[in-house]
C-alpha cells in the first residue's frame, strides 16, 4: 500500500492520499510508513500523536510552537472537518497566506504541515476526531496563536459564528506575531 502526495501548497503544505484497502468487511490503510514518508521528503520522527473530539462550529486554533519546533500530521477519522494551515514564516513569498481543505472519516485525506505554519480546524460535521502526529513534544512555554479571524489573512472559515475556547479569542494577529523577536525562529 502506498501513501501519495495529492496536492502541495505554499511551499511547505503537503496533501497526502493514502491507498485503501477496501470490501464489505471494511477498510484497512497505512496512514504512515516510515520508508515511504522518507521517500516523499517528508518527516519520520514524529514524537507525539495527540486525539481530538470537538462537536459542530467548533474552531480550534491557529496554534504554532516554535520550542522545540512542531509540525503536524493531520487527519480526520471520524465525521468532517475544515483544516487549515497559515504561512508564518519571515521571509517567505506567502506569508500571511493560508490553504484550507475539508478532510473527512470518507476521503481519509492527511494534511502535512511543517512548524513555520500556524494550523487550525473548524468541525463540519455534528462531531469530528482528529489526529496529528507531531514532531515536537508539546511546550505550553513555547507555543502561540493566530487570531482565527485576523483580517490580513482573511480565512474563509465554514462557520461564521464558531465556538472557541478563551485562548483562541485572545490570540494574537499576525502582525503582532511577526513584530516579536520570538518570530525570528520561523525564516523561510
Known sequence: MQVTIESRH???????????FEDERGFF????RADQFQ??????????DNHSRSVKNVLRGLHFQWDPPMGK??????GTAFLVAVDIRKGSPTLGK????EVSAENRLQVWAPASFA??????SDVAEIQYKCTGIYNNKGESGILWNDPEIGIDWPAK???????????????????????DNFKY
Open 73 to 78: 500530521l493531520m487527519r480526520v477519522t471520524v
Open 29 to 32: 490503510l497505512e496512514a504512515y
Open 161 to 183: 459564528n464558531p465556538i472557541l475556547s478563551e485562548k483562541d479569542k485572545k490570540a494574537q494577529t499576525l502582525k503582532q506575531w511577526l513584530a516579536s523577536p520570538l518570530s
Open 98 to 101: 493560508w490553504f484550507g481543505i
Open 10 to 20: 505554499l511551499n511547505g503544505i503537503i496533501v497526502l492520499k493514502p491507498d485503501v
Open 119 to 124: 494550523r487550525g480546524f473548524c468541525v463540519l
Open 39 to 48: 521517500a516523499l521528503g517528508l518527516p519520520t520522527d514524529f514524537v507525539q
